[in-house]
């Protein structure tokens, strides 16, 4: 998506460890309009894939994901991080390593957000060694639902999470696949292939 390239672009900033800070229109402060591309370019891809659900974890993936749940007219459930006083027990559960928090959170869905029936989108803001976007898919699994496909607004292809979740043989749809962060510059997958370079 040459759009969402061109801010990571122009605002992106690599911190050290194969970081990228997004967060003048991702990860803080949050831009509709690039939003609504977004979720625009995933309703595309996944259109024909009989979707009745989209699931992503809280904080970061929501805003993706609510767009593309507009575009494909599903309802959208994040997962959460923290039981609540409406979600005080049962439920399902399942722990996710934090890639950029270095910590283990387990997150949680209350019952009926998901059933048996449902074909589930996962959508995340980032896919670095894909233990957000497993950890989703097991609640998928414990749900018993039908996991369709799984949509990544930015990739980090030089880690090891695409080649995971490739293992699952559902479509993975990623907007912008970026194939190194080395020396504090992005290079994108795609202008490797391309000799564009
Ligand atoms: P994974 O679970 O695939 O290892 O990491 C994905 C999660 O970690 C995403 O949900 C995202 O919140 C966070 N993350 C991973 N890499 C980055 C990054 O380079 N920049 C930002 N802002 N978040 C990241």
């Known amino acids: 998506m040459d759009e969402l390239k061109a801010r990571i672009l122009a605002e992106g900033q690599v911190i050290?460890?194969?970081?990228?800070?997004?967060?003048?229109?991702?990860?803080?402060?949050?831009?509709?309009?690039?939003?609504?591309?977004?979720?625009?370019?995933f309703a595309d891809r996944?259109?024909?894939?009989?979707?009745?659900?989209?699931?992503?974890?809280?904080?970061?993936g929501i805003a993706p994901a609510v767009m593309t749940g507009l575009y494909l007219q599903v309802p959208v459930i994040f997962a959460r991080k923290k039981r609540s006083l409406t979600?005080?027990?049962g439920g399902l559960e399942t722990e996710v390593f934090s890639y950029t928090k270095h910590e283990k959170n387990h997150v949680f869905l209350a019952d009926g957000m998901l059933t048996?029936?449902?074909?589930?989108?996962?959508?995340?803001?980032?896919?670095?060694?894909?233990?957000?976007?497993?950890?989703l898919t097991r609640l998928i699994n414990q749900a018993g639902a039908y996991l369709?496909?799984?949509?990544?607004?930015?990739?980090?292809?030089?880690?090891e999470g695409r080649k995971k979740l490739e293992e699952l043989g559902?479509?993975?749809?990623?907007?912008a696949r970026i194939a190194s962060l080395e020396h504090g510059k992005v290079t994108f997958l795609e202008d490797i292939r391309e000799g564009t370079h």
């Open 16 to 41: 050290s460890n194969g970081v990228l800070k997004v967060d003048h229109f991702l990860n803080h402060q949050i831009d509709p309009k690039l939003m609504q591309k977004i979720g625009q370019a």
């Open 46 to 60: 996944f259109k024909e894939s009989d979707i009745t659900k989209i699931i992503t974890v809280e904080s970061s």
């Open 87 to 89: 979600l005080s027990s």
């Open 116 to 135: 048996a029936k449902d074909h589930v989108l996962i959508i995340d803001d980032f896919l670095a060694k894909g233990e957000a976007a497993l950890g």
């Open 148 to 159: 369709s496909g799984i949509g990544i607004v930015i990739e980090k292809s030089f880690q």
């Open 170 to 175: 559902c479509p993975i749809c990623s907007l």
